[in-house]
């Protein structure tokens, strides 16, 4: 549990001028800020009187540990790792659009001006997390994983390499300054084509810290402060982000259009991927602004086996942070993400009523952002002691143990077909889609949003595959009927029957992919990323209380070894959903009006499943639904039933 508060500012002015009736100017200026403060539930709790002795001395990291029992199969105790939290965002931005029409010729061009300011604090680790997941006796005891790792904990012994602590002050202001300018001609060719040609260029500067905490490591020189020599900003600028789009639109004749376009887009590094890249597997700092370095120094303490574990026992060894250390860089050369976006479509409109559109959308992405981890040892021997001696930076950086950067080398593709019908009628709305699609790249967000790093940072091709987000099959049919109100009726029993709506949304979809993992180091890199062998057929027939996959189909690969399953191979649940309204409306004389609802949620009462967990040595059983994050009126929840009555005046 969290406690949040939150509070937003926005204000927006516009001046619109009309210099001639073929020439429109638009100046407008937008300021929003957004403060937020999260807190864990338990915040101003006093750990010690438990027995735990974490060394946190801070009140604002005050609370219970996250403490991880069987990580992916049992809640954990104590508040998400990356609390507590905050931030102060301001954004003003400056914009001028101008259009100017020249007969055939569409003109448009403009541009904008923007400043960012993030001043926040994210405390990731820093309450400490406690990992008990077998390792060190429970896996000899029994081969079912919760059992194992409940083992460890009734034993006291926490895992090594997960189990860690960050100190230090996370307080950061950064700034990054954005412009941007366009030109853009829509030519009507002659009366039944159109050709839209258009060129943007964008600027993102390299993001600044107010008090001058931004550092980076060199692999030749080192772990340096910002303005040092050597390294005079945290990365090199862009200047080459420009981007060319095209489009056409043709009518056929017979009520037929065919229509595409083409464009290239940059996207600006999200402050996020700096200061909150949080669920990284290997390490708990939180992103390249935190760093053991500086007036403001993160360091993450990873205490070697056996961890002291017991009443006021130092858990995390004394006050003063001892290396090995945690370090989060940055490549210097990070070029933006660059997407290309194209589509062809036709439409066929079937009477003035019907209309029939057949599309092909399609994607690819370039320079995307992943965390990798230049530090990984080679596979061999998962002692921590070991598995530092292998790191490429040990001898000429013994002080550093993991080393994650945040680099531009990922990529994706996603193809799909696209088929809709609708009609539109005086009492009927009806529309249809359905979308076969295929989202293939190798991180699916930067770092932690996804739970990077990749299994094998020397490696990325071997986590190309499916997107964690893919959906290879979706269907919608969405309806609204007016109902006729009956010809005979008078009086009251017509004011009854009359003013009724039916409206529905339908959706069924295939499943998520699901990503099997180990809960070990098995390779020995300290990754945690480890996928098992696949050595059999891991289909089964469906069975809600059975396994979802056959965990005889998986294997754990030699010790100081990498498995031979990919990511995300195998499919989650699908999706069967119908929710459905009945709406009444009634006048009440004047402007009032009663609207009377009746919203079913899963009307059938379908059974629907979230993923099963996927973690090795768990039996893959389906445990929760999709709604789990909202209990009540959650998309794939069990039937609700919602009565809404609404007056309006």
Not at 229 to 253: T, W
């Amino acid at each position: 549990m969290a406690q949040s508060h939150t509070v937003v500012h926005l204000f927006a002015a516009e001046w619109q001028h009309a210099l001639s009736p073929q020439f429109l100017n638009a100046a407008r200026f937008g300021y929003s800020r957004y403060a937020e403060t999260t807190l864990p539930g338990d915040h101003g709790f006093d750990v010690t009187t438990l027995g735990l002795n974490t060394g946190v001395s801070s009140a604002r990291d005050s609370g219970l540990p996250e403490i991880d029992i069987a990580p992916g199969e049992y809640e954990n105790l104590g508040a998400s790792l990356s609390l507590p939290r905050g931030r102060a965002s301001n954004v003003f931005d400056l914009s001028d659009r101008a259009s100017w029409n020249r007969g055939a010729h569409q003109l448009k061009f403009g541009g904008s001006a923007t400043l960012l300011q993030e001043n926040a604090y994210t405390d990731t680790g820093m309450r400490g997390r406690l990992v008990f997941d077998g390792s060190q006796l429970g896996d000899q005891l029994s081969t079912d994983f919760a059992i194992a790792s409940l083992a460890d904990l009734l034993a006291g012994l926490p895992a090594p390499g997960v189990t860690t602590i960050a100190r230090g002050d996370s307080q950061r202001y950064l700034r990054q300054r954005r412009w941007a300018a366009f030109v853009e001609d829509g030519w009507q060719v002659r009366p039944a084509l159109k050709v839209t040609l258009g060129l943007r260029h964008d600027q993102f500067s390299v993001p600044t810290e107010k008090q001058g905490r931004l550092s980076n490591f060199v692999p030749g020189a080192g772990l340096l402060v910002v303005g040092a020599p050597g390294l005079a900003r945290e990365y090199q600028s862009n200047n080459v982000d420009f981007a060319p789009r095209a489009a056409f639109a043709l009518g056929l004749g017979g009520n037929r259009t065919v229509s595409g376009g083409w464009g290239l887009y940059f996207d600006a590094q999200s402050f996020d991927e700096l200061m909150d890249n949080s669920s990284n597997s290997n390490s708990i700092l939180p992103g390249p602004v935190f760093n053991p370095i500086g007036t403001s120094a993160i360091f993450t303490i990873t205490p070697p086996p056996p961890i002291p574990f017991g009443p006021g026992f130092e858990i995390f060894g004394p006050a003063a942070p001892q290396p090995p250390f945690d370090v989060f860089a940055v490549s210097t050369h990070f070029p933006d993400p660059r997407y290309q976006n194209f589509n062809l479509a036709v439409e066929q409109r079937l009477g003035s009523q019907q209309l029939l559109r057949i599309a092909y959308y399609g994607t690819r992405g370039d320079h995307l952002p992943v965390v990798i981890d230049v530090n990984q040892p080679l596979p061999g021997d998962a002692d921590p002691a070991s598995e530092q001696a292998r790191r490429p930076f040990a001898a000429a950086f013994p002080q550093f143990r993991v080393i994650n950067t945040l680099t531009a080398a990922a990529h994706s593709n996603y193809n799909s077909l696209q088929v809709s019908a609708q009609r539109s009628a005086a009492n009927v709305t009806f529309r249809a889609s359905y979308t076969f699609s295929r989202s293939l790249d190798d991180a699916s967000g930067a770092g932690g949003f996804h739970g990077g790093p990749p299994e094998d940072s020397r490696n990325l091709r071997r986590d190309y595959g499916p997107s964690d987000f893919d959906l290879r099959h979706r269907f919608t049919v969405s309806y609204a009927w007016r109902v006729p109100a009956p010809a005979a009726p008078r009086g009251w029993l017509r004011a009854l029957l009359a003013n009724w709506q039916l409206n529905g949304i339908t959706t069924l979809e295939t499943g998520a992919p699901l990503n099997i993992a180990l809960p070990f180091d098995n390779s020995g890199t300290g990754e945690f990323r480890d996928r098992p062998n696949l050595v059999g057929n891991a289909h089964v027939a469906f069975n809600p209380t059975g396994p979802y996959l056959n965990p005889a189909a998986f294997a754990q690969p030699a010790v100081g070894t990498y498995g031979n399953l990919g990511r995300n191979v195998f499919s989650g649940p699908g999706l069967n959903d119908f929710d459905m309204s009945l709406v009444k409306s009634q006048h009440l004389g004047g402007d009032r009006l009663l609207r009377l609802r009746a919203e079913f949620f899963n009307v059938w009462n379908h059974p629907n499943f979230a993923n099963p967990s996927t973690t090795f040595g768990t039996g893959f059983r389906l445990t929760s639904t999709p709604d789990s994050s909202n209990p009540y009126f959650g998309n794939g929840s069990a039937r609700n039933v919602q009565l809404v009555a609404e007056l309006e005046f």
